[in-house]
């Protein structure tokens, strides 16, 4: 049944980027499409509801920075969260990021907490704790892989999984003492209240396929990039994206835009976390595995940096590879003499151990750099350290919503 789900998956995936070729290919894009002016219409009467106050807001007395996109994946959305929350960090402040944990398992059982005064918080109010900003409590299974990978490479910054966000940001700023909160993925989740969106825009695909779900990848019609206060065009190589920046300014006039790129740093181990230079790729057969939205990119980059992919195996995004699975993609490397098997860091955290590691495992590590806008950025994260007084005496005042 898994072995099925996961063709159906990326067959669906191949039908919306067109790599499905075929009368049956051809009719599900065109019922796809009819389904798209449904979801349209959803979208933005979900939006009206907001707008006019017909649905409520939360304000959780703090500010909310939400980071998110309006195509589904592939922005290089988790870097730049972990890179804000790293700026923020080191200014002084106490992060605490929320998350929906995509795919992850609900918990065998509840997490117990007791607060300041020592009593038990309900159950019903418990989100799932990844991290606490000091410690590591719980994997990937049941943390969701980039909540898990944010809470790993993140000292000091708290992670909280849950549905319903509002519960997870109370949680955050009265068990976690929080300060500042970011919704990871955050655009559309309009319950709670945003002080600051930041919207990220892939410069090679800046609209994905130019449809909306489920015949595209959009999520909501790029004219709602109006709700933007920041734009981060990601994925930038160096050349020009005059053209692109003129687009963005036909839907939004005022948001500040930046331009960054999201490049290799090195290679680690995944089962022993020894780490290699971009230099180790350089001439080496390489097996690539993937269960990402655009795997495409990172075999891309493995061969701009010299690796020669001999062997591909993607899986649908999220995706957690079986122990069987592994061992018998790494036994095709082993017949074809491949020297080395790398894999992203996001599934590098759900990457089962083989009974026997015939070939050693690697995953790139991937940050953000910023290319045009050092400036805006630093400015961006003064103003999350330092909002006007106005502001601060308009969150002092709020009283916190309670579930």
Request: aromatic letters at 8%.
């Amino acid at each position: 049944m898994k072995e099925l789900i996961e063709e159906l998956e990326r067959w669906g995936a191949d039908v919306i980027f067109g790599r499905a070729k075929g009368l049956r290919a051809a009719l599900m894009r065109f019922a796809m499409r009819a389904l798209s002016g449904v979801f349209r219409m959803i979208v933005q009467i979900r939006l009206w509801r907001y707008r006019s106050g017909w649905r409520r807001q939360h304000h959780l007395g703090t500010q909310v920075v939400a980071i998110g996109n309006i195509t589904v994946g592939g922005t290089g959305k988790t870097p730049v969260v972990e890179l804000l929350a790293k700026s923020l960090r080191d200014r002084g402040r106490r992060v605490a990021i929320l998350s929906r944990g995509y795919k992850s398992k609900k918990l065998d059982h509840p997490q117990k907490w007791q607060d300041k005064n020592g009593r038990a918080v309900p159950e019903e109010k418990m989100p799932k704790v990844v991290s606490t900003g000091s410690a590591l409590l719980l994997d990937s299974k049941y943390a969701g892989d980039e909540p898990f990978m944010l809470a790993r490479n993140l000292d000091g910054v708290a992670v909280v999984v849950d549905k319903n966000r509002v519960k997870g940001g109370l949680f955050a700023v009265g068990q976690l003492d929080a300060d500042t909160l970011l919704l990871d993925d955050g655009m559309q989740y309009l319950d709670l209240a945003h002080s600051i969106d930041i919207v990220l825009v892939d410069a090679g695909s800046p609209f994905g396929t130019e449809a909306l779900l489920p015949r595209g990848t959009l999520r909501e019609p790029p004219k709602n990039l109006r709700r933007a206060s920041y734009i981060l065009i990601t994925k930038c190589t160096g050349s020009s994206n005059e053209a692109l920046v003129s687009r963005i300014r036909k839907y939004n006039k005022t948001a500040e835009i930046i331009e960054c790129m999201h490049g290799p740093i090195y290679l680690e181990d995944v089962f022993t976390r020894e780490r290699q230079p971009l230099e180790f790729l350089k001439d080496k057969w390489v097996g690539a595995i993937s269960a990402i939205a655009v795997p495409e990119a990172f075999e891309g980059s493995l061969e701009k940096l010299g690796a020669r992919v001999e062997i591909r195996r993607r899986f649908s995004d999220h995706y957690r590879f079986s122990r069987r699975e592994v061992e018998h993609f790494m036994q095709r490397c082993v017949e074809r003499d491949m020297e080395i098997i790398v894999t992203t860091e996001k599934d590098a955290v759900r990457f089962p151990k083989p009974a026997s590691i015939d070939v050693p495992v690697y995953f790139l590590r991937i940050e953000v750099e910023i290319l045009k806008g050092r400036e805006i950025w630093d400015d961006l994260v003064t103003r999350v350290c330092n909002p006007p007084p106005a502001f601060q005496s308009v969150l002092r005042n709020r009283h916190a919503y309670r579930p």
